[in-house]
């Protein structure tokens, strides 16, 4: 059975940190783009970053460039999302997906991330 499971969201003040993880069972992450999305309340899905099967290249939306990196441990057949220089405008729910499409197959169930002080 295919499955991918976020974890890592939570509250944190502005100017903090966070990182999300995203493990996949049921399938083999490295031959798929992965891709992180968020969905704040009352706002549509938007992506948010994604990184390549093949060469590791990555994507960032204008919005979160230079505060977000995406990287990949294919042994732990993980992706992960560092969040640094958090702002009330992240909050959302951050989902991973495959692939890194506008209408992935894949979705996990979501991790709730706050940014409030």
């Known amino acids: 059975q295919v499955q991918l499971v976020e974890s890592g969201g939570g509250l944190v003040q502005p100017g903090g940190s966070l990182r999300l993880s995203c493990a996949a069972s049921g399938f083999t992450l490295d031959y798929y783009a992965i891709g992180w999305f968020r969905q704040a309340p009352g706002k549509e899905r938007e992506g948010v970053s994604c990184i390549s099967s093949s060469d590791g290249s990555t994507y960032y939306a204008d919005s979160v460039k230079g505060r977000f990196t995406i990287s990949r441990d294919n042994a732990k057949n993980t992706v992960y999302l560092q969040m640094n220089s958090l702002k009330p405008e992240d909050t959302a729910v951050y989902y991973c997906?495959?692939?890194?499409?506008?209408?992935?197959?894949?979705w996990g169930q979501g991790t709730q991330v706050t940014v409030s002080s």
């Open positions: 997906a495959a692939p890194c499409l506008a209408s992935p197959d894949y």
